[in-house]
């Protein structure tokens, strides 16, 4: 039985992980819960698990973890707020079912400074992926790590198509059903950058050797290249409740997590490339991502702002990507790093971005 604090519990991955959570009763119980403004859902939630109250806010999500003993917190929150629970939960040595990919990127050598060996558990599916496809050789006969990208709703557009998509447009994934800023990050390519970052802080792969393929199908999840010439692949349906299951209890499988795919049909899966030409967000986070420092919470903050400004309808769906640009060109690096100094560079980022689409 491993004790578990969901964070983000209304949104989408926590939702579904408490799905895992009553259909497994034997394997987890549910003794925190942290949420942020849908109090009605979060409310019911806490009724349902036996639960006296919720901690609604970062801030109280930090407060209930350090309070609470628990075997696992399932950091499920999304956007930079998402830092402090992740390292309260890794102080107290519990494993960390990490979805808030925010914070690891933000936190960088912070959070892998803080985590012990075997604690930090990857909860998207694409580095639940490579987990499970590296457990097929050992780190120094890894030749790359390749993710996959669905391409989002506009793949195959051009640039001058994509100047004029709507924000309503934007939140369509055609195979996943998330929140509506990783679905608009999906939609720039900014999810598939933030996830090249933090495959390499995750594996301990160079840049150089970690590429990005286009799958529309959303089955295979990731690759794993070997230097033999293998490469091992984790394919399943494309349903967030397996890599969730896996981060609640890695190493071991929740039976039942997710259907299987059914071989007795048949199937076409295809890869391509991806055209940085007419996305650059995965070009321009590899860029950061090799400067290290501040510059990958530079690189978050600015989206964040610019996905809450098109989304609001106040800038183009091209403008987003140019923001981040603009921001990280004019960003410096600091001379030192901890994590006052990641603080102050993520609100300086977010208001260079704000002053940037301001003075458009």
Not at 101 to 112: A, P
Not at 294 to 307: D, G, K, L, S, W
Request: with cysteine; hydrophobic share 50%; net charge negative.
């Amino acid at each position: 039985m491993r004790d578990v604090i969901i964070l983000g519990s209304t949104g989408s991955i926590g939702t579904q992980a408490l799905d895992i959570v009553r259909d497994n009763p034997d394997r987890f119980r549910i003794v925190g819960l942290g949420a942020g403004r849908n109090r009605e859902l979060a409310e019911a939630q806490a009724a349902e698990f036996g639960l006296t109250n919720v901690a609604f806010g970062a801030d109280d999500a930090v407060a209930l973890i350090e309070s609470t003993r628990a075997d696992v917190v399932l950091n499920g929150i999304t956007g930079a707020v998402g830092l402090a629970p992740t390292l309260a939960a890794l102080a107290t040595g519990a494993t960390l079912a990490l979805a808030n990919k925010e914070s690891l990127i933000i936190g960088g050598s912070l959070v892998k400074g803080a985590a012990k060996p075997g604690q930090l558990v990857p909860v998207d599916s694409e580095h639940s992926a490579l987990a499970q496809a590296l457990l097929a050789g050992t780190h120094a006969e890894v030749a790359k790590l390749i993710v996959t990208a669905s391409g989002g709703p506009f793949r195959g557009f051009s640039r001058d198509q994509l100047a004029g998509v709507t924000p309503a447009q934007a939140a369509k994934h055609p195979t996943w059903n998330m929140g509506s800023v990783i679905t608009t990050n999906s939609a720039t390519l900014v999810n598939k950058g933030l996830e090249v970052i933090e495959a390499h802080l995750l594996f301990d792969i160079p840049f150089d050797r970690i590429e990005v393929t286009v799958h529309a199908q959303s089955v295979v999840h990731s690759f794993v290249e070997f230097v033999d010439g293998s490469t091992m692949a984790q394919c399943s349906p494309p349903d967030m409740h397996l890599p969730i299951a896996l981060g609640l209890d890695w190493p071991n499988r929740v039976p039942g997590a997710t259907a299987a795919i059914d071989w007795s049909g048949s199937h076409a899966w295809t890869f391509e490339p991806l055209d940085e030409a007419v996305f650059p967000a995965v070009r321009l986070a590899r860029q950061v991502g090799v400067a290290g420092s501040t510059f990958p919470a530079v690189y978050n903050a600015a989206n964040e702002v610019a996905v809450e400004a098109f989304n609001a309808g106040y800038i183009g769906f091209l403008d987003i990507v140019e923001t981040i640009e603009r921001v990280v060109e004019a960003h410096e690096a600091p001379a030192q790093l901890d994590l006052e100094v990641l603080l102050a560079a993520d609100a300086w980022a977010r208001d260079s971005a704000k002053s940037f689409l301001s003075n458009r």
